[in-house]
């Protein structure tokens, strides 16, 4: 069975994982993967870890992190 991205951005497929804290607030991080010469290349831990008061709120703050990064990347190819 496989997985759905919580979202695409660029050729980039997110997934998100938000659990709760001890304290509690919210922690989100995610992982990307995209079609690469050998098939799709996974990066785990790619955005996060991006704390809020809800699930909603740190969902939110993980994904703009996320997009930030891609961006990053795709700015400077190897």
């Not at 994982?17 to 785990?44: C, K, M, N």
Request: charged share 25%; net charge negative.
């Amino acid at each position: 069975m496989g997985r759905k991205p919580d979202a695409t951005y660029e050729e980039y497929s997110i997934f998100t994982v938000a659990v709760p804290t001890d304290d509690h607030r919210w922690l989100a991080t995610s992982e990307v993967q995209r079609p690469g010469a050998d098939g799709i290349e996974t990066f785990q831990e790619f955005g996060g870890p991006c704390y809020g008061a809800t699930c909603e709120e740190a969902l939110q703050a993980v994904m703009a992190d996320t997009r930030h990064k891609i961006d990053e990347v795709l700015a400077r190819p190897c």
